[in-house]
């Protein structure tokens, strides 16, 4: 991996002074439908950044509706995958837009969300690949959304799950 410029002047412009970032994803009517809290999703978009985020998370649909309610130093970055959970599999979720997408919008970054053990977990981890290599070429942030999420919707929180058994095993070893 080489050193990008275009990268580095991106990421400085999501991270705040103190080297962190705060974002607010307010993508989950793509998923679920009209969410309570972001019916007036201008309203929310204001009150977000207002409250102290520093950016904010809409797939592509929403950037033309909120984009007034962004502040002049407020980043946005594009959700690049999603699902329904009307699918007969809404673990699965799907590539809903592309890298080159998100910059023409303007979006400081992208997020794409990947499901690890459910159905169609490699085809998610091969689309987040994909997005992981236009990142590299063009020079984009990419924020990856990962979860330990079963077929029936159940996240898997325990460390054992988050650490994955390999890298458990990998770790052992070094001890």
Known sequence: MTYNIGKELRLRRIYDE?????????????SIG??????????TTRAVFEGGTNSIIVHKGMVQTVMDAIPANGKILIHVSGS????????VKILTSSVDSAISYGADGISCHVNIGCSGD???????STLVEDCERTGFPLLAMMY??????????????????IGRASCRERV
Not at 34 to 43: F, H, L, R, S, T
Not at 84 to 91: A, D, F, G, K
Request: aromatic share 4%.
């Open 148 to 165: 330990v999420r079963n077929d029936d919707g159940h996240d898997d929180i325990t460390s054992d799950a988050l650490a994955h058994e």
């Open 18 to 30: 103190s080297g962190l970032i705060f974002t607010t994803p307010m993508d989950h009517g793509y």
């Open 84 to 91: 329904t959970i009307r699918s007969h599999l809404p673990n």
């Open 34 to 43: 009209p969410v309570g809290g972001i019916d007036n999703i201008q309203e």
């Open 122 to 128: 490699d085809q998610m981890l091969s689309t987040l």
